[in-house]
């Protein structure tokens, strides 16, 4: 288990950090999101050890990271913000060194740097200098590195950043797959990748945690979570239209969101009541019979599933 607890760091006059405290357990893929500024980074460092908290500890499989240096660090693979490479040295002489100095040698160092470069899909890139490799393929071998030794524990800063769709498919994919075995923190500004492959969501803003939930419970945050979108015809007589619609008792707010003479549609929001047992099924049978009853078409209809990026602007907004 990865723990932080109560930490909390300064850089001068700016409290970077305020008394965060989590858990992450094996299976668990937790993605760590905020604004840039938000104290992502900092956290990370200080639970790698990277730098000192001023107060408060980091814990890994129960040993103190302030205590235990050189141990914890030997179970976790960690990718920073911006991972230092060595541009002169060839992809597999950099996972070569990188084992060495990991106490790695002989026919286990080449099996171990094989391994992460058949994971990492760097197996066209193997032989060429890091210089010469685009800011996609520095990235892989920056992953590459932060695997190699086969850690039980991960904490990943920014691990799709720099590729396209296909290669951040491959990572996000490689990722879930590991998470069977160890514990994993990622950092991402790709609201849709944590509700991808996170089954836990912390955001933290100046500072501090301020959610920690699934992506599902995150997405219920968002207000209109649940509700339904309608097209339908240009309305003419709202009043009478909100009239009929309240005829069903589980409805909780009507918005007409569109109604413009210059325009053929009208669009509807409608809020239902939280507390309501109907099923989505019997919601909609309710609605067509309304419209069947009435003049206008109904063009079509959708449920809200949320929208990560609303509740995260709102949580994060002063």
Known sequence: MIEAKELTKSFGQTKAVRNVSFNVETGDILGFLGPNGAGKSTTMRMLTGYI????????????????????????????????????EMTVTEFLNF???????????KISMTEKAIEKCFLSQAKHQQINTLSKGYRQRVSFAQSIIHDPKYLI???????????????????????????????STHILDEAAAICNRAIIISNGEIIADDTPRGLLEKDPD?????????????????????????????????????????????????KTSSFSTSEIILELEKIFSNS???????SRDKGDLTKVFRILTSN
């Open 52 to 87: 000192a908290p001023d107060s408060g500890d980091a814990f890994i499989d129960s040993k103190s990271v302030t205590e235990n240096p050189i141990e914890v660090k030997s179970q976790i693979g960690y990718l920073s913000e911006i991972s230092p490479l060595y541009s």
């Open 98 to 108: 990188c084992c060495e100095i990991r106490g790695f040698s002989g026919r286990k």
């Open 156 to 186: 990943l800063d920014e691990p799709t950043d720099g590729l396209d769709p296909n290669q951040k498919q491959e990572v996000r994919e490689m990722i879930k797959s590991m998470s069977r075995e160890k514990a994993i923190i990622l």
């Open 225 to 273: 979570f649940g509700s339904y979108d309608i097209e339908t015809d240009f309305i003419k007589d709202i009043n009478h239209f909100k009239s009929s619609l309240n005829k069903i008792q589980i409805i909780d707010k009507i918005e007409i969101k569109k109604n413009s003479e210059k325009n053929d549609n009208s669009w509807i929001k409608i809020f239902f009541s």
């Open 295 to 301: 003049s206008l078409k109904l063009k079509s209809i």
